[in-house]
Protein backbone atom coordinates (compact mmCIF):
# COMPACT_ATOMS: atom_id res chain seq x y z
CA UNK A 1 0.00 0.00 0.00
CA UNK A 2 1.04 3.81 -0.52
CA UNK A 3 2.29 6.10 2.12
CA UNK A 4 -0.39 8.28 0.73
CA UNK A 5 -3.28 5.30 1.45
CA UNK A 6 -1.08 4.56 4.56
CA UNK A 7 -1.71 8.32 5.85
CA UNK A 8 -4.87 9.09 4.55
CA UNK A 9 -7.02 6.18 5.04
CA UNK A 10 -7.71 5.90 9.06
CA UNK A 11 -8.43 9.50 9.19
CA UNK A 12 -10.62 9.22 6.13
CA UNK A 13 -12.27 6.14 7.78
CA UNK A 14 -12.72 7.80 11.09
CA UNK A 15 -13.91 11.20 9.49
CA UNK A 16 -16.53 9.37 7.37
CA UNK A 17 -17.70 6.83 10.25
CA UNK A 18 -17.88 10.49 12.57
CA UNK A 19 -20.19 11.74 9.45
CA UNK A 20 -22.08 8.59 9.43
CA UNK A 21 -23.69 8.74 12.80
CA UNK A 22 -24.43 12.78 12.35
CA UNK A 23 -26.13 11.88 9.11
CA UNK A 24 -28.10 9.17 11.37
CA UNK A 25 -28.64 11.36 14.45
CA UNK A 26 -31.50 13.03 13.54
CA UNK A 27 -33.01 12.30 9.68
CA UNK A 28 -36.55 13.48 8.13
CA UNK A 29 -37.26 9.75 7.57
CA UNK A 30 -35.42 7.21 9.60
CA UNK A 31 -36.52 3.93 6.72
CA UNK A 32 -34.97 6.25 3.87
CA UNK A 33 -32.05 6.92 5.85
CA UNK A 34 -31.56 3.58 6.20
CA UNK A 35 -31.94 2.71 2.94
CA UNK A 36 -29.81 5.32 1.53
CA UNK A 37 -26.87 4.82 3.60
CA UNK A 38 -26.89 0.63 3.25
CA UNK A 39 -24.53 0.78 0.46
CA UNK A 40 -21.93 2.56 2.69
CA UNK A 41 -22.79 -0.37 4.96
CA UNK A 42 -22.21 -2.93 2.38
CA UNK A 43 -19.38 -1.28 1.21
CA UNK A 44 -16.71 -0.18 4.43
CA UNK A 45 -16.31 -3.97 5.72
CA UNK A 46 -15.80 -5.22 1.95
CA UNK A 47 -13.18 -2.76 1.81
CA UNK A 48 -11.62 -3.32 5.47
CA UNK A 49 -11.41 -6.65 4.15
CA UNK A 50 -9.56 -6.78 0.96
CA UNK A 51 -7.27 -3.47 1.43
CA UNK A 52 -4.52 -5.74 2.67
CA UNK A 53 -4.38 -8.03 -0.57
CA UNK A 54 -5.97 -5.52 -2.91
CA UNK A 55 -5.54 -2.15 -1.93
CA UNK A 56 -7.39 0.66 -4.44
CA UNK A 57 -5.86 3.66 -5.85
CA UNK A 58 -6.06 7.17 -4.40
CA UNK A 59 -8.09 8.03 -6.59
CA UNK A 60 -10.62 5.37 -6.43
CA UNK A 61 -10.93 5.59 -2.14
CA UNK A 62 -11.40 9.22 -2.92
CA UNK A 63 -14.43 8.89 -5.01
CA UNK A 64 -15.62 6.26 -2.64
CA UNK A 65 -15.47 8.92 0.27
CA UNK A 66 -17.06 11.50 -1.62
CA UNK A 67 -20.03 9.35 -2.85
CA UNK A 68 -20.49 8.26 0.48
CA UNK A 69 -21.25 11.65 1.23
CA UNK A 70 -23.57 12.43 -0.78
CA UNK A 71 -24.97 8.82 0.13
CA UNK A 72 -25.45 10.75 4.27
CA UNK A 73 -26.77 13.91 2.67
CA UNK A 74 -29.38 12.30 0.93
CA UNK A 75 -30.41 9.98 3.51
CA UNK A 76 -30.56 12.71 5.76
CA UNK A 77 -33.19 15.17 3.89
CA UNK A 78 -34.05 12.63 1.46
CA UNK A 79 -33.72 13.29 -1.64
CA UNK A 80 -35.95 15.93 -2.43
CA UNK A 81 -34.99 18.06 0.03
CA UNK A 82 -31.54 18.75 0.32
CA UNK A 83 -31.00 21.88 0.73
CA UNK A 84 -27.88 22.02 -1.66
CA UNK A 85 -30.99 20.61 -4.60
CA UNK A 86 -33.37 23.69 -3.74
CA UNK A 87 -30.41 26.40 -4.00
CA UNK A 88 -29.54 24.88 -8.06
CA UNK A 89 -33.61 24.64 -8.74
CA UNK A 90 -33.38 28.48 -7.89
CA UNK A 91 -29.99 28.64 -9.57
CA UNK A 92 -31.00 26.99 -12.58
CA UNK A 93 -34.88 27.77 -12.71
CA UNK A 94 -35.81 23.86 -12.69
CA UNK A 95 -39.21 22.45 -11.16
CA UNK A 96 -38.10 19.81 -9.09
CA UNK A 97 -35.03 19.54 -6.59
CA UNK A 98 -32.13 17.74 -8.20
CA UNK A 99 -30.32 16.46 -5.72
CA UNK A 100 -31.25 12.81 -6.43
CA UNK A 101 -29.25 13.13 -10.14
CA UNK A 102 -26.18 13.72 -8.11
CA UNK A 103 -26.27 10.83 -7.00
CA UNK A 104 -27.08 9.00 -9.77
CA UNK A 105 -24.09 10.91 -11.26
CA UNK A 106 -22.02 9.28 -8.46
CA UNK A 107 -23.58 6.14 -8.97
CA UNK A 108 -22.14 6.13 -12.45
CA UNK A 109 -18.69 7.53 -12.00
CA UNK A 110 -17.46 5.69 -8.99
CA UNK A 111 -18.43 1.86 -10.29
CA UNK A 112 -16.83 2.77 -13.62
CA UNK A 113 -13.31 3.80 -11.73
CA UNK A 114 -13.79 0.97 -9.80
CA UNK A 115 -14.84 -2.15 -12.67
CA UNK A 116 -11.72 0.02 -14.45
CA UNK A 117 -9.47 -0.63 -11.85
CA UNK A 118 -10.44 -3.99 -11.03
CA UNK A 119 -10.49 -5.31 -14.69
CA UNK A 120 -6.91 -3.60 -15.58
CA UNK A 121 -5.43 -5.35 -12.30
CA UNK A 122 -6.78 -8.59 -13.36
CA UNK A 123 -6.31 -8.57 -17.32
CA UNK A 124 -9.17 -9.77 -17.75
CA UNK A 125 -10.07 -7.46 -20.89
CA UNK A 126 -7.54 -6.90 -23.59
CA UNK A 127 -7.92 -3.16 -25.40
CA UNK A 128 -8.65 0.18 -23.89
CA UNK A 129 -11.53 0.66 -26.71
CA UNK A 130 -13.60 -2.75 -25.21
CA UNK A 131 -12.03 -1.62 -21.51
CA UNK A 132 -14.35 1.51 -22.16
CA UNK A 133 -17.25 -0.16 -23.47
CA UNK A 134 -17.72 -3.46 -20.99
CA UNK A 135 -17.41 -0.37 -17.88
CA UNK A 136 -19.87 1.52 -19.59
CA UNK A 137 -21.82 -1.93 -19.49
CA UNK A 138 -21.45 -2.45 -16.18
CA UNK A 139 -22.23 0.25 -14.34
CA UNK A 140 -25.83 0.28 -16.79
CA UNK A 141 -26.24 -3.11 -15.06
CA UNK A 142 -25.35 -1.61 -11.83
CA UNK A 143 -27.95 1.26 -12.08
CA UNK A 144 -30.71 -0.71 -13.69
CA UNK A 145 -30.67 -3.52 -10.66
CA UNK A 146 -30.76 -0.33 -8.34
CA UNK A 147 -33.61 0.74 -9.87
CA UNK A 148 -35.19 -2.75 -9.32
CA UNK A 149 -34.15 -2.60 -5.97
CA UNK A 150 -35.93 0.72 -5.68
CA UNK A 151 -38.75 -1.32 -7.44
CA UNK A 152 -39.18 -3.68 -4.82
CA UNK A 153 -38.68 -1.16 -1.94
CA UNK A 154 -41.72 0.20 -3.20
CA UNK A 155 -43.97 -2.87 -3.74
CA UNK A 156 -42.86 -4.06 0.23
CA UNK A 157 -43.43 -0.87 1.78
CA UNK A 158 -46.02 0.96 -0.36
CA UNK A 159 -46.11 4.82 0.55
CA UNK A 160 -43.42 4.45 3.13
CA UNK A 161 -41.09 4.28 0.25
CA UNK A 162 -42.02 7.48 -1.12
CA UNK A 163 -39.08 9.07 0.22
CA UNK A 164 -36.78 6.72 -0.78
CA UNK A 165 -38.32 6.35 -4.82
CA UNK A 166 -37.97 10.54 -4.81
CA UNK A 167 -39.28 11.00 -8.24
CA UNK A 168 -41.37 14.08 -7.08
CA UNK A 169 -43.61 13.21 -9.53
CA UNK A 170 -41.45 12.92 -12.74
CA UNK A 171 -42.66 9.88 -14.92
CA UNK A 172 -39.21 9.79 -16.40
CA UNK A 173 -37.36 9.36 -13.10
CA UNK A 174 -36.44 6.02 -13.66
CA UNK A 175 -35.00 6.85 -17.50
CA UNK A 176 -33.45 10.31 -16.45
CA UNK A 177 -31.44 8.17 -13.37
CA UNK A 178 -29.62 5.74 -15.82
CA UNK A 179 -28.69 8.48 -17.93
CA UNK A 180 -26.95 10.61 -15.09
CA UNK A 181 -25.10 7.20 -14.59
CA UNK A 182 -24.39 6.37 -18.16
CA UNK A 183 -23.09 10.50 -17.81
CA UNK A 184 -21.07 9.51 -14.84
CA UNK A 185 -19.56 6.76 -15.81
CA UNK A 186 -18.12 8.30 -19.40
CA UNK A 187 -17.07 11.69 -16.93
CA UNK A 188 -15.06 9.28 -15.00
CA UNK A 189 -13.35 7.62 -17.87
CA UNK A 190 -12.98 10.79 -20.13
CA UNK A 191 -10.97 12.58 -16.86
CA UNK A 192 -10.02 9.96 -15.27
CA UNK A 193 -8.47 7.28 -16.54
CA UNK A 194 -4.86 8.79 -17.08
CA UNK A 195 -4.51 9.31 -13.29
CA UNK A 196 -6.01 6.27 -12.76
CA UNK A 197 -3.44 4.18 -15.09
CA UNK A 198 -0.30 5.78 -13.27
CA UNK A 199 -1.77 5.19 -9.17
CA UNK A 200 -2.52 1.69 -10.64
CA UNK A 201 1.08 1.32 -12.11
CA UNK A 202 2.71 2.64 -8.39
CA UNK A 203 0.33 -0.09 -6.81
CA UNK A 204 1.63 -2.95 -9.06
CA UNK A 205 5.11 -2.09 -8.78
CA UNK A 206 7.94 -2.75 -11.22
CA UNK A 207 7.03 -5.28 -13.64
Not at 7 to 23: E, G, I, R, W, Y
Not at 76 to 96: E, I, K, Q
Not at 172 to 201: C, E, H, K, Y
Request: hydrophobic residues 55%; charged residues 15%; neutral net charge.
Amino acid sequence: MSALNKMFLPAALLLLLTLLALSGWHPYDRTTWLLEIFPIVIALPLLAATHGKFPLTPLLYACIFAHACVLMLGGTYSYARVPLGFWMADLFGWHRNPYDKIGHFFQGLVPALAAREILIRGSQVRGRAMLNFVVVCIVLAVSASYELIEWAAALALGQGADEFLGTQGDPWDTQSDMFMALVGSVTALLLFSRLQDGQIRKLQGPA
